[in-house]
Nanobody
Framework: QVQVVESGGGLVQAGGSLRLSCAASGSIFSINAMGWNRQAPGKQRELVAGITSGGSTNYADSVKGRFTISRDNAKNTVYLQMNSLKPEDTAVYYC????????????????WGQGTQVTVSS
């Protein structure tokens, strides 16, 4: 099976920084796209940033210029560096990974982590 585990959340003052990490482990042949989503209380889950296996990235407009997504393919890990944090960034942040478990089926599945809380105080 596959596990996806986030770490690095916490409480920070506005203007501060946090770095989230997300590691995938288990029966993995390859990892395609990885990304971060977030869900604030009373709101729908939204995409924050994504990165392909080749390193192409995309960001929500609300975080462009402040957040940076990166990955270490050797470690099956994706990171989210969050700078200039604002109270509106407060949410549970979820990592996702599109994983293939073999080389022949062509199937991939999206796995989600359990989420990590980020709280930004004003």
């Amino acid at each position: 099976q596959v596990q996806v585990v986030e770490s690095g959340g916490g409480l920070v003052q506005a203007g501060g920084s946090l770095r989230l990490s997300c590691a995938a482990s288990g029966s993995i042949f390859s990892i395609n796209a990885m990304g971060w989503n977030r869900q604030a209380p009373g709101k729908q889950r939204e995409l924050v940033a994504g990165i392909t296996s080749g390193g192409s990235t995309n960001y929500a407009d609300s975080v462009k210029g402040r957040f940076t997504i990166s990955r270490d393919n050797a470690k099956n890990t994706v990171y989210l560096q969050m700078n200039s944090l604002k109270p509106e960034d407060t949410a549970v942040y979820y990592c996702n990974a599109d994983i293939s478990m073999d080389s022949y089926s062509g199937r991939q599945y999206r796995y989600w982590g359990q989420g990590t809380q980020v709280t930004v105080s004003s």
